[in-house]
């Protein structure tokens, strides 16, 4: 079964400190993986997608098909970085849905 | 450039009360329309998609309906609300298979 599992609710660092938000995904094909991030009082939008290999706001995540982890880093938090993080994955059909994990808030103190 | 939007904000309503929330996005044709519910501790779950008029496909069995009546019009209806219906819902747009672009969403509490 199609899955994405975020095993942290909470993640709590200082600021300056490295970050690694964690996902791992079940797909018995070759899925398309992405984050998403939502700010206080904002609404849920894209942060990063695997296949543009972009980093967006110091953060990076590299799929690895071996672990089935798609790891969201930053090596440097910063306090705007405190967020609720969903990972999630799509298949490449037509549908374009989505299958989320449970989230992790970030919280960057100061 | 393209905009979505939800109504209500808010909404209260008994255990056994009709349901309808609706979600319109403007300047787009055609989109794909997404529903997820987000509950407590449970992350975003899918609950309808619809990739044009008409076509609605369920992910998950529930008391819920959706319906896409115009192009770029989404409703999610329910005869007689439950309590665990109670959640946060979320429309979303995208141009087929690509990013999906999130409302601001409706919360529902159901009492």
């Known amino acids: 079964a199609q899955r994405v599992t975020q095993p942290e609710k909470l993640l709590s660092v200082f600021k300056g400190a490295p970050v690694e938000l964690k996902c791992n995904y079940s797909?018995?094909?070759?899925?398309?993986l992405f984050w998403y991030v939502q700010y206080s009082r904002q609404r849920l939008q894209l942060l990063l997608r695997?296949?543009s290999r972009e980093s967006i706001k110091g953060f990076t995540a590299d799929l690895n098909k071996g672990e089935t982890s798609f790891h969201l880093k930053k090596p440097f938090a910063q306090e705007e970085d405190s967020a609720m993080y969903y990972c999630?994955?799509?298949?490449?059909?037509?549908?374009?849905?989505?299958?989320f994990g449970q989230g992790t808030t970030l919280q960057v103190k100061p | 450039s393209q905009t979505i939007h939800q109504w209500p904000a808010t909404l209260v309503q008994p255990v056994g009360s009709p349901l309808s929330l609706e979600c319109t996005v403007e300047?787009?044709?055609?989109?794909?329309l997404y529903w997820y519910r987000q509950a407590a501790g449970r992350g975003l779950q899918l609950l309808f998609y619809?990739?044009?008029?008409?076509?609605i496909s369920s992910e998950v069995p529930q008391n819920l309906s959706a319906s896409r009546p115009q192009d770029r019009q989404f409703i999610l209806s329910s005869k007689k609300l439950l309590l665990s219906d109670s959640g946060f819902y979320l429309c979303?747009?995208?141009?087929?298979?690509?990013?999906?672009?999130f409302g601001p969403g409706t919360r529902l509490l159901v009492l």
């Open positions: 979303a747009w995208s141009v087929r298979a690509g990013t999906q672009y």
């Open positions: 797909y018995s094909g070759s899925p398309e």
């Open positions: 695997h296949i």
């Open positions: 999630a994955l799509s298949d490449f059909g037509n549908t374009g849905k989505l299958i």
């Open positions: 300047g787009t044709s055609n989109p794909n």
């Open positions: 619809s990739v044009g008029i008409g076509q």
